[in-house]
């Protein structure tokens, strides 16, 4: 057993347990703050189906391109712990961590609204918003299944994007001679 092993995969699984919940939290958050339509938790609270598809659909989504985007983190830190890279210290992997996180869920957050905001654009005889305040769980459920198809396009790229950003050791100049 490798106690270096054994210390980055329990953090590791601590970095991932608390993204799931602030996953969970801000789009939850997120979510009542943007609905002018209704008052999202006394919905919940009446059973409103329409309004708990929509949101399962939200967290899903979120929870997709967050864990995408963190795959690279991981394997910043594991590379760091297992061998320092000269060209980066502490401060600045701690940096590099915070930078991919606060990007994922930007990147997030804004993937969920503007799908939201486009679907209503192409549907534009239906007040999504109305009808989900009145439990219409036909809407809540097409705009869950907008938003997790949305997601899980753009978590690749945003995979794509977060491992283009992490910093990697030269391997330094190879020359074949004829």
Same mark, same amino acid.
């Given at each position: 057993m490798n106690p270096v092993t054994t210390l980055l995969a329990l953090f590791e699984f601590?970095?991932?347990? !608390?993204?799931? $919940?602030? /996953?969970?939290?801000?789009?939850?958050?997120?979510?009542?703050?943007?609905?002018?339509?209704?008052?999202?938790?006394?919905e919940m609270k009446k059973d409103n189906l329409g309004a708990a598809a929509l949101l399962a659909g939200m967290l899903v989504g979120g929870g997709l391109i967050v864990r995408e985007g963190i795959v690279p983190v991981a394997s !910043?830190?594991? $590379?760091? /712990?297992?061998a320092p890279l000269p060209y980066l210290n502490a401060w600045q992997v701690a940096g590099l961590v915070a930078g991919h996180l606060g990007l994922v869920f930007v990147v997030a957050i804004y993937t969920i609204s503007l799908s939201l905001r486009f679907w209503g654009w192409l549907?534009?005889?239906?007040?999504?918003?109305?009808?989900?305040?009145r439990g219409n769980i036909s809407v809540g459920m097409v705009l869950g299944a907008v938003v997790l198809m949305v997601s899980l396009f753009v978590s690749d790229g945003v995979s794509r994007l977060t491992k283009s950003l992490v910093p990697q050791p030269s391997?330094?100049?190879?020359?074949?001679e004829r």
């Open positions: 601590l970095l991932t347990a !608390l993204l799931a $919940l602030a /996953v969970v939290y801000v789009n939850y958050r997120l979510f009542i703050a943007t609905n002018r339509d209704y008052d999202a938790e006394v !910043l830190v594991r $590379l760091y /712990v297992s549907t534009p005889h239906i007040d999504e918003g109305a009808e989900l305040g391997m330094g100049h190879v020359q074949i």
